[in-house]
């Protein structure tokens, strides 16, 4: 193998890839990208062997052939790199870069132990804007939970109607859905988990407005193309909760208050709440609503902020974090919090303008301190 790459092009296919690089190592081979170059195309390929992301850049190529390098190792030597353009070639299984002054020997593991790559479903594929997608991680992506183990709750739902596309998250103490219309077609299947790091990796791409995902389900995997990418994810058997119970839309009581003031408060107050819990406590009085912090030994906060709020005294307590999540995801200027009872789950919605899709929910469950 011996070609010629744009370090710049370079550069932002092996930034993308970063994400699903193995850094564990308990497979060696899994911690390098696979390269290959073929015609005028240099392909790049890292898998962690539930997810795969294929990507290639032009490339002048002088001799075809393959060979892996360290992901990480290699991304960075490339960012460092003192000129535009470097040249690539592999000598006994070794590969050679040079890139103006600077040259460097680096050791490659065979290709022939690279695990086979999953199979690409043919066609198309169904077409979902990507501003839209990414919109839909935002509003959910922060409930999935990051604890290992917990399948249920390690992956989002994605759902498909006739009309609407729907995102939702759970980690067992707060749910997050968010909801909009699709452009229409037939979607490859009612629905299916995406997993937290396929979420985070869909989410690392550029957006192009002029430029939509293509989502196919193949048979062991979906795979989701923009461009000259493919990201493959192996589908999930686990069964995600039933949220459906959940979802409350008829808690009688309202308190409508600036997203932003409220962000900010939930901020201060949780400066002085235990690191495991978060607990701050929310009191609604008529028009009012009075933070306190709960729990932290070495003192107390308090803040009161004015909200539209006309229903009996009530007061919840809740993980701060859990509210500052949504509330930093979502763009509409004031929030809305439905609640039903003293010590309740509390269920928020985007308020007012500003909003990025048709319907979200957020519910959360109190805690006790």
């Known amino acids: 193998m011996d070609l010629t790459l744009n370090r710049t092009v370079l550069l932002e296919e092996l930034s993308l890839i970063q994400g699903v690089v193995e850094r564990r190592m308990a497979m060696p081979i899994l911690a390098d990208v696979l390269l290959s170059a073929q015609g005028d195309r240099l392909?790049?390929?890292?898998?962690?062997?539930?997810?795969?992301?294929?990507?290639?850049?032009?490339?002048?190529?002088?001799?075809?052939?393959?060979?892996?390098?360290?992901?990480?190792?290699?991304?960075d030597l490339v960012r460092a790199l003192p000129s535009d353009s470097l040249d690539l070639s592999v000598t006994d299984e070794r590969v050679e870069l040079r890139s103006g002054s600077y040259e460097s020997k680096l050791t490659s593991l065979r290709p022939e132990d690279f695990p086979t790559l999953p199979e690409i479903p043919q066609g198309q594929g169904f077409a979902i804007p990507q501003?839209?997608?990414?919109?839909?991680?935002?509003?959910?992506?922060?409930?999935?939970?990051?604890?290992?183990?917990?399948?249920?709750?390690?992956?989002?739902?994605?759902?498909?109607?006739?009309?609407?596309?729907?995102?939702?998250?759970?980690?067992?103490?707060?749910?997050?859905?968010?909801?909009?219309?699709?452009p229409g077609g037939t979607p490859p299947f009612n629905r299916q988990l995406l997993p937290r790091k396929v979420l985070a990796q869909l989410r690392r791409i550029p957006e192009n407005d002029a430029e939509p995902f293509y989502l196919a389900q193949g048979e062991n995997h979906l795979a989701?193309?923009?461009?000259?990418?493919?990201?493959?994810?192996?589908?999930?058997?686990?069964?995600?909760?039933?949220?459906?119970?959940?979802?409350?839309?008829?808690?009688?009581?309202?308190?409508?208050?600036?997203?932003?003031?409220?962000?900010?408060?939930l901020r201060?107050?949780?400066?002085?709440?235990?690191?495991?819990?978060?607990?701050?406590?929310?009191?609604?009085?008529?028009d009012t609503i009075s933070l306190t912090s709960v729990g932290f030994d070495l003192g107390q906060a308090f803040e009161t902020l004015a909200c539209q709020y006309s229903g009996p005294p009530l007061t919840i307590q809740v993980n701060a974090?859990?509210?500052?999540?949504?509330?930093?995801?979502?763009?509409?200027?004031?929030?809305?919090?439905?609640?039903?009872?003293?010590?309740?789950a509390v269920?928020?919605?985007?308020?007012?303008?500003?909003?990025?899709?048709?319907?979200?929910?957020y519910i959360v469950m109190p805690i006790r301190v």
């Open 43 to 75: 392909t790049l390929a890292a898998t962690d062997l539930d997810i795969t992301l294929i990507s290639s850049c032009p490339a002048a190529v002088r001799r075809e052939g393959r060979a892996t390098i360290r992901g990480k190792m290699f991304y």
């Open 131 to 182: 501003q839209l997608l990414h919109r839909l991680i935002d509003l959910t992506f922060f409930a999935v939970s990051p604890e290992e183990g917990q399948f249920q709750f390690n992956a989002a739902l994605l759902n498909f109607t006739d009309r609407d596309i729907d995102m939702v998250a759970t980690d067992g103490h707060r749910l997050a859905f968010a909801r909009d219309t699709h």
């Open 224 to 265: 989701f193309r923009f461009g000259e990418r493919v990201l493959l994810s192996r589908m999930l058997e686990a069964r995600f909760p039933q949220y459906e119970r959940v979802l409350v839309r008829d808690n009688p009581h309202r308190a409508v208050v600036q997203r932003l003031d409220l962000l900010a408060a």
């Open 268 to 286: 201060r107050v949780g400066l002085l709440t235990p690191e495991r819990t978060r607990g701050v406590r929310l009191a609604f009085q008529r």
């Open 321 to 344: 974090q859990f509210i500052i999540d949504f509330l930093a995801a979502v763009s509409n200027d004031q929030v809305q919090l439905q609640l039903r009872e003293e010590g309740g």
């Open 347 to 361: 269920a928020l919605v985007p308020h007012g303008s500003g909003g990025t899709v048709a319907d979200a929910l």
